[in-house]
């Protein structure tokens, strides 16, 4: 369940970056090849005055209604969900902790699913109507993450954490499944199903979720007792049975909680980005086809779906047989999930033209990044089990700031031309994004549980109990 909710709310989030490449009048831009012939002839490339025919209405494909929305306005359409996550993405923690994560998800996913299926009709009333939408989705939306992971410190038993973090890459499933379903479900019935379908099968997840879905071992009706006494004995001490108020002051000046908010926001940059900005840069610089755009910009959340469940199996593995300190894992791990990917990245920028080999590199960099699931995706799990949900959305909270950042960033630098010269710096921006935050938390990150994790703990239980978990 912990993957089919992050399946469905991934479906809901986007489907708006393929469905609005059909929802708008096509571009109007050059290829490669007349950029060469207009330079080859003395003229300047950059020059805005130059006069370039629209696609006649005989090669505009008729997916539905087209609206007349600039690049600014789908820079700030993609970006509105962003803005409206940002809202609940940082009480949605507490409120989790409070008051239990199953209702709370149950509810989002619900209303989600309602707005997606109405942003066919918003878009009848103009741009801003379909922002509101798209911000009021990201309200819902914003709940999701810091929740499953309150759900993942109740339920998860240290040894297979790594397993129950990788079941949140179902986003990612998400992804795969939504760009190429959405790409089809316009070319046959038109943009409008692409909104429909993914909110149906949301609507369906949804009624799955309450049947099963509880708070904890201890509330769950139909949980056989073996297997309740086991998660709960292997959970210990770390989760206290009291509703504590979060240490807001003294989680906001650890050292080790602020290296891993810059390595999430690192993390999320890079996602993002491509979240928001892969379709367009394949159909737009590579020249694929809707469908076959939305197909290939899925497969590098293939690829980093499939690596975060072989890096947690590895993870675990390590931790269980004790190879390494949790900490070392934690660190070593960032090589993979931050450095590769934005070293690929960087090795974009001199991919030349070949649009395959660019979709290779695009893959391979975010495949590697799977092994988030062992550094910042889980680390909130080590510092603080008692506020796991509450950390989580503090870093999702400021990492969301790369979700409506980035699409401003592309929008701004491919405003004039959509090319490979003008992407190459996009895409620079987005590798020093992946380094820059590892090797912040190589330096100052840790795994150790916190002493502000449960405030009225004598600080001699503390010391064992920090002593424990690094060894």
């Given at each position: 369940?912990?993957?089919?909710?992050?399946?469905?709310?991934?479906?809901?989030?986007?489907?708006?970056?393929?469905?609005?490449?059909?929802?708008?009048?096509?571009?109007?831009?050059?290829?490669?090849?007349?950029?060469?012939?207009?330079?080859?002839?003395?003229?300047?490339?950059?020059?805005?005055?130059?006069?370039?025919?629209?696609?006649?209405?005989?090669?505009?494909?008729?997916?539905?209604?087209?609206?007349?929305?600039?690049?600014?306005?789908?820079?700030?359409?993609?970006?509105?969900?962003?803005?409206?996550?940002?809202?609940?993405?940082?009480p949605?923690?507490?409120?989790?902790?409070?008051?239990?994560?199953?209702?709370?998800?149950?509810?989002?996913?619900?209303?989600?699913?309602?707005?997606?299926?109405?942003?066919?009709?918003?878009?009848?009333?103009?741009?801003?109507?379909?922002?509101v939408?798209?911000?009021?989705?990201?309200?819902?939306?914003?709940?999701?993450?810091?929740?499953?992971?309150?759900?993942v410190?109740?339920?998860a038993?240290?040894?297979?954490?790594?397993?129950?973090?990788?079941?949140?890459?179902?986003?990612?499933?998400?992804?795969v499944?939504?760009?190429?379903?959405?790409?089809?479900?316009?070319?046959?019935f038109?943009?409008?199903?692409?909104?429909?379908?993914?909110?149906?099968?949301?609507?369906?997840?949804?009624?799955?979720?309450?049947?099963?879905?509880?708070?904890?071992?201890?509330?769950?009706?139909?949980?056989?007792?073996?297997?309740?006494?086991?998660i709960?004995?292997?959970?210990?001490?770390?989760?206290?049975?009291?509703?504590?108020?979060?240490?807001?002051?003294?989680?906001?000046?650890?050292?080790?909680?602020?290296?891993?908010?810059?390595?999430?926001?690192?993390n999320?940059?890079?996602?993002?980005?491509?979240?928001?900005?892969?379709?367009?840069?394949?159909?737009?610089?590579?020249?694929?086809?809707?469908?076959?755009?939305?197909?290939?910009?899925a497969?590098?959340?293939?690829?980093?779906?499939?690596?975060?469940?072989?890096?947690?199996?590895?993870?675990?593995?390590?931790?269980?047989?004790?190879?390494?300190?949790?900490?070392?894992?934690?660190?070593?791990?960032?090589?993979?999930?931050?450095?590769?990917?934005?070293?690929?990245?960087?090795?974009?920028?001199?991919?030349?033209?070949?649009?395959?080999v660019?979709?290779a590199?695009?893959?391979?960099?975010?495949?590697?990044?799977?092994?988030?699931?062992?550094?910042?995706?889980?680390?909130?799990?080590?510092?603080?089990?008692?506020?796991?949900?509450?950390?989580?959305?503090i870093?999702?909270?400021v990492?969301?700031?790369?979700?409506?950042?980035?699409?401003?960033?592309?929008?701004?630098?491919?405003?004039?031309r959509?090319?490979?010269?003008?992407?190459?710096?996009?895409?620079?921006?987005?590798?020093a994004?992946?380094?820059?935050?590892?090797?912040?938390?190589?330096?100052?990150?840790?795994?150790?549980?916190?002493?502000?994790?449960?405030?009225?703990?004598?600080?001699?239980?503390?010391?064992?109990?920090?002593?424990?978990?690094?060894?």
């Amino acid at each position: 369940m912990l993957f089919l909710s992050c399946f469905v709310s991934y479906m809901l989030r986007v489907n708006m970056s393929v469905n609005l490449l059909a929802m708008v009048q096509p571009v109007q831009k050059m290829n490669q090849h007349a950029l060469t012939l207009l330079s080859s002839n003395g003229t300047n490339a950059n020059d805005t005055s130059i006069s370039v025919p629209m696609p006649t209405a005989s090669t505009v494909h008729n997916y539905g209604p087209r609206y007349n929305w600039s690049s600014h306005d789908q820079s700030v359409i993609l970006g509105a969900y962003f803005y409206g996550y940002l809202v609940t993405s940082l009480p949605a923690g507490v409120l989790a902790e409070r008051f239990g994560p199953r209702n709370l998800v149950g509810s989002s996913l619900a209303v989600s699913a309602l707005l997606t299926a109405l942003t066919p009709l918003a878009a009848t009333y103009g741009m801003w109507t379909v922002v509101v939408n798209r911000a009021a989705l990201g309200i819902c939306g914003g709940v999701l993450y810091p929740a499953l992971h309150n759900l993942v410190s109740r339920w998860a038993p240290p040894d297979e954490k790594g397993k129950f973090v990788s079941a949140l890459m179902g986003g990612t499933f998400g992804t795969v499944v939504t760009w190429p379903l959405v790409g089809v479900l316009i070319e046959t019935f038109g943009w409008s199903f692409a909104f429909y379908v993914p909110a149906v099968i949301t609507a369906i997840v949804v009624t799955f979720w309450l049947i099963i879905v509880a708070d904890s071992p201890a509330k769950h009706p139909r949980i056989q007792k073996e297997e309740q006494d086991y998660i709960i004995k292997s959970l210990g001490d770390t989760i206290s049975k009291q509703n504590l108020l979060p240490p807001v002051l003294k989680m906001v000046t650890s050292l080790p909680f602020l290296a891993l908010l810059v390595l999430h926001f690192g993390n999320l940059w890079g996602l993002y980005f491509l979240l928001t900005a892969a379709p367009k840069f394949m159909s737009e610089v590579l020249g694929f086809k809707l469908a076959k755009a939305g197909f290939l910009a899925a497969l590098p959340y293939l690829a980093r779906a499939l690596a975060a469940f072989g890096f947690g199996s590895i993870g675990d593995y390590l931790r269980k047989k004790s190879v390494f300190s949790v900490t070392t894992i934690r660190k070593s791990f960032c090589l993979f999930s931050h450095i590769i990917p934005g070293l690929f990245l960087v090795g974009l920028i001199y991919a030349g033209f070949d649009p395959y080999v660019c979709v290779a590199i695009i893959t391979l960099s975010l495949g590697f990044n799977g092994a988030s699931t062992m550094t910042n995706l889980q680390n909130s799990q080590d510092l603080a089990p008692n506020f796991a949900g509450t950390l989580y959305g503090i870093i999702n909270f400021v990492g969301t700031t790369s979700g409506f950042i980035s699409p401003m960033l592309v929008a701004h630098f491919t405003a004039q031309r959509s090319t490979m010269d003008e992407w190459q710096y996009v895409f620079a921006i987005g590798a020093a994004a992946y380094i820059i935050p590892a090797v912040v938390f190589v330096l100052f990150g840790s795994a150790v549980v916190q002493k502000w994790n449960e405030p009225g703990q004598s600080e001699s239980k503390q010391t064992t109990k920090q002593m424990q978990e690094t060894y």
